[in-house]
């Protein structure tokens, strides 16, 4: 922002700040998109490799000008595999590194995110999910990549998944992938769709010294006694940056503390295992959702829902008079809050699941219920999101069906 000789602050036409004590937040009309790149940024990103696809372009456009003036790196490279390579080079040298694309170039960094797993880079890719299969409806939105995000690699594995459902989200949420890649040295995936990346609203952007920032762990030791992958009582090893005084080995093959390939049974159960506990184990710290209804009340319906499904469920769940219906968003995907959705559902009569799928959330919400309460399902796959008005009419049915 260009500031005058009398040190006044000259506004840009769409922004304006609000005072909150001695600090500002500006508050901004921005796209999704735009908002992912900018919390990226305030994150403290520093570098960005990708390839331009529908319907995540605007996140590169963002980034090929806010990193530079950053002091970061921006690259545009030759296809999604070299940018998720890219990608996991740079964070080894230190740096908070990420990528944004959508359904075909996601699935092309489904090895190389493979890798990053297994060697524990920190790194946030960003799927602006649109319809498919294949190229699909390139420009229409769908919620399809749910298990793609989760199970796209092959092995087992384990990594974080998140989902916003505003704009605001989108900036906030981005900070908080950068922060557990970076706490967990993990990659996290920012699952976003085509209408709220394309959406427009206004966003408020927190002083940089308000926002939360979380950077990796680095080695106290001497670097002659540095193992790479060994990890600390929290499950979570250091991690030094390459061309340091730390001299180490990060392979795709299994390996162990030291980095090099190690094959025995004993070291890859115990690797294996470690990947899912220092998740697993610290679930409070990567489980989010919002309860859009009071917690305290039985509820007739229970709807979940997560990214652009999210508004449309509310209001719908507004329009249900005189019956009492709330809304559970899923902030966090993956892993899959078991026990949040739990403890919702206990309080209410029935659950519906609608999804821009053919289902895929609505069967981890019958998984985690089980058969003490009927879940409905609300798949819809035809390139277009929710109307309340859909969402309404299927709530009818549901209570038409439980009598």
Known sequence: MNEPANGSKIKDKNESTVGRGS????????????????????????????????????????????????GGVYIQMEDELGSIAAVIGASLTGVKAFTATSGPGFSLMQENLGVAILGEVPCVVVNVQRSGPSTGLATRPAQADVMQARWGRHGDQHLIVLSPATVQECFELTVTAFNLAERFRVPVVLLADEIVA??????????????????????????????PFKPDPDGVPPLADFGSAYVF???????????YSQNDPANAQAKIRRLFTKLENHLDEILLVKHHYNREEELDLLIVAFGCTVRPARAAALRAFGRKVGVLQLITLWPFPDALVAQAAARARALLVPELNMGQVGREVERVVGKAKPVFGLPKSNGEGFTPGEISARIEEVFACLG
């Open 23 to 70: 600090k500002e937040t500006r508050r901004l009309f921005l796209q999704g998109n735009e908002a992912i790149a900018e919390g990226a940024v305030a994150a403290g990103a520093r570098f960005y490799a990708g390839y331009p696809i529908t319907p995540s372009s605007e996140i590169a456009e963002v980034c090929s000008e806010k990193l530079l003036e950053a």
């Open 249 to 259: 080995h990060v392979t795709s093959s299994m390996h162990g503390e030291r980095g």
């Open 198 to 227: 394309h959406m427009r609203e206004n966003v408020a952007l927190p002083d940089p010294a308000q926002i939360k920032i979380v950077n990796r762990k680095k080695p106290t030791c001497p670097p002659e006694e540095y193992l």
